[in-house]
């Protein structure tokens, strides 16, 4: 069973349908009825959810608008999934919700998941979601790029090889190619960012900073700016602590607290407390002795010459002049210093990269000459094996002249890779422009298959490929319209028994007259009209046992009574089942 399943679809005033629900399944099922009872109604309805053109002439008469619900099983994270979900959409119960409005002035709405979305939306999942091959409607493999990517498939590891190497290779090529375009065009703006680095460090490099240099010349200049006053103040509190020289009567610290010891000394024998507190007075002394000494010779060693101080704000302007440019303070200029220097390297180092980017470029681009080469010639092979197997299924397929080939060729490009001797274009997916031909007859010249068949041919030539391409191609569900025309007797039988191998890998929809063809369903609906000419709920509707019989009696007598067309229905039931 595949993964995603059209589930069903509701068709609302829309041609000869009133109000319709068309209930599909995982594998082959064919709607079948009258001529002019609206099956090719289920084509169109699916043509407008998968984002095609909007034909207000579609709209049943006296009604305002046609509307079309399709809800379509799809597995969580698959491509369709993702891009629905970035336009908003929702899933409902593991299902995408796919709706089409259309007015009869022309007016055309799409919702996806319960989101207003683009009509251009439904276009891009339909690649992803169902394949149409009918008359007027072509999707899917008609396209040069799916027949690429199938064929592809289709040739398995033989292309598979080579195409990754490609792949790797073309990725390579782009990012070495980008890297130096960067370099080459933005020379001159390189060479200016060159300039100004040197320039800076050249800056630095003759003031010479040291790392933590402004904080100390700071502290240095606010101590060369106070120096008088902070020599008085040493010498007071150097004169209140050890004494004045020049008044021998004074009282210092020093002097009371030798007083206070001698006094405990005398006494400190009777107390071991108060010992205590004339050692601690001992260590005040020593400590004021200490201190003293070291106001002294910070007195003494104070330097107040203007010059030094001169000397200092100097500095520390060229100090600040970095700071200005190249950090807030010195080790920020030093960090700064440090980074541009790199940079300076790498950005004078140019040239040199350039030439090795430039010689990766040529070999890379010499690697790529041979991959091209390599997938061309297992795509070709792969489309020799290809056109064979299509063109024997058409014989069976009542076109026993048909001849399909592959036309794999290249374009001219001075900028491309250099194949065989020739520059040619490429892209992610190698060189190769590849596109399906069809001589529908012994000497018709080879023609694009939308080009070389009449509408039911086309549809017996997609059915060939589609059965060729199964369980290659991504498309779960395919939906054919006519794809019986112009055929009958044994030809129908094998389109019926085409249809049915398909239906093993994808889900089948066919619009078929043919009782041959619909013999080999999985399931069978039937489309008919009321008495007023319209298709109501009630219209399309699941046949099973004896209807079916009548409706494949009624397919190929026109007499769903006639006991010889029953006899005949049944056989057709029975050689479907058995060949299944």
Do not use: C
């Not at 589930?7 to 609302?12: A, D, H, K, T, W």
């Not at 520390?316 to 940079?343: C, I, M, P």
């Amino acid at each position: 069973m595949v993964g995603v399943v059209l589930e069903e679809m509701r068709i609302r005033s829309l041609g000869v349908i009133d109000d319709a629900v068309v209930e599909l399944s995982p594998g082959f099922t064919a709607v079948t009825g009258e001529t002019g009872a609206g099956k090719t109604m289920v084509v169109t309805s699916l043509g407008l959810l998968l984002g095609g053109r909007a034909d207000p002439a579609l709209v049943r008469i006296g009604a305002g608008k046609a509307v079309v619900e399709g809800r379509v099983a799809v597995p969580a994270g698959t491509a369709a999934v993702v891009r629905a979900e970035e336009a908003g959409a929702e899933l409902d119960d593991g299902a995408l919700l796919i709706s089409r409005t259309v007015s009869a002035e022309g007016r055309s709405r799409a919702h996806l998941g319960g989101r207003s979305v683009p009509v251009g939306l439904l276009g891009e999942l339909a690649d992803d979601l169902v394949a149409v091959h009918g008359q007027t409607d072509q999707q899917g493999l008609l396209k040069l790029n799916r027949q690429r990517q199938a064929l592809d498939r289709y040739a398995g590891d033989a292309v598979a090889g080579p195409l990754a190497k490609y792949a790797e290779a073309y990725r390579r090529l782009r990012a070495v190619s980008a890297e130096l375009e960067e370099i080459t065009t933005r020379a001159r703006e390189r060479a200016q960012e060159a300039d100004m680095l040197r320039y800076g460090l050249d800056e630095i490099g003759a003031v010479e900073p040291r790392a933590g240099e402004d904080g100390e010349l700071a502290e240095e200049a606010e101590r060369l700016g106070h120096a008088e006053a902070l020599s008085s103040a040493a010498t007071a509190a150097h004169a209140a602590l050890a004494g004045n020289p020049e008044d021998p009567e004074g009282i210092d610290a020093a002097t009371l607290v030798a007083g206070a010891q001698r006094a405990l000394e005398a006494v400190r024998a009777h107390d071991p407390a108060l010992a205590a507190l004339a050692d601690r007075i001992g260590e005040i002394g020593i400590l004021l002795g200490d201190v003293a000494g070291e106001l002294a010779g910070y007195a003494d060693d104070l330097d107040a010459d203007p010059l030094r101080l001169s000397a200092v704000e100097e500095r520390r302007s060229a100090l600040t002049a970095l700071t200005r440019k190249y950090g807030e303070d010195v080790n920020a200029v030093l960090a700064w210093a440090e980074q541009s220097a790199a940079r300076l390297t790498e950005l004078d180092g140019d040239d040199e990269r350039i030439g090795e980017l430039t010689a990766e470029r040529d070999a890379l681009r010499t690697e790529l000459g041979g991959l091209t080469q390599a997938l061309t010639d297992a795509r070709t092979e792969a489309a020799e094996r290809f056109a064979a197997a299509v063109t024997a299924e058409l014989a069976s397929l009542a076109m026993p002249h048909a001849r399909v080939s592959f036309a794999i060729r290249q374009t001219e490009d001075p900028e491309g890779v250099e194949v065989g001797g020739r520059a040619v274009a490429y892209g992610p997916s190698g060189a190769d422009e590849v596109e399906l031909l069809l001589a529908p007859h012994p000497g018709a010249p080879p023609r694009p298959i939308a080009k070389g068949a009449s509408g039911g041919e086309l549809s017996r030539v997609m059915l060939a490929v589609e059965v060729v391409f199964a369980g290659t191609d991504p498309v779960p569900t395919y939906l054919f319209d006519e794809v019986d025309a112009g055929v009958g007797g044994k030809a129908a039988v094998e389109i019926g028994r085409r249809l049915a191998r398909l239906a093993k890998t994808a889900q089948v929809v066919v619009v078929t007259h043919l009782p041959q063809v619909a013999a080999f369903a999985d399931r069978q609906l039937l489309v008919e009209k009321t008495d007023d000419g319209s298709v109501t709920r009630s219209g399309v509707k699941v046949l099973e046992g004896e209807d079916r019989i009548r409706e494949l009696s009624r397919m190929l007598a026109g007499q769903e009574d006639s006991e010889t067309a029953r006899a005949h229905a049944e056989e057709l039931l029975a050689t479907a089942r058995a060949d299944l």
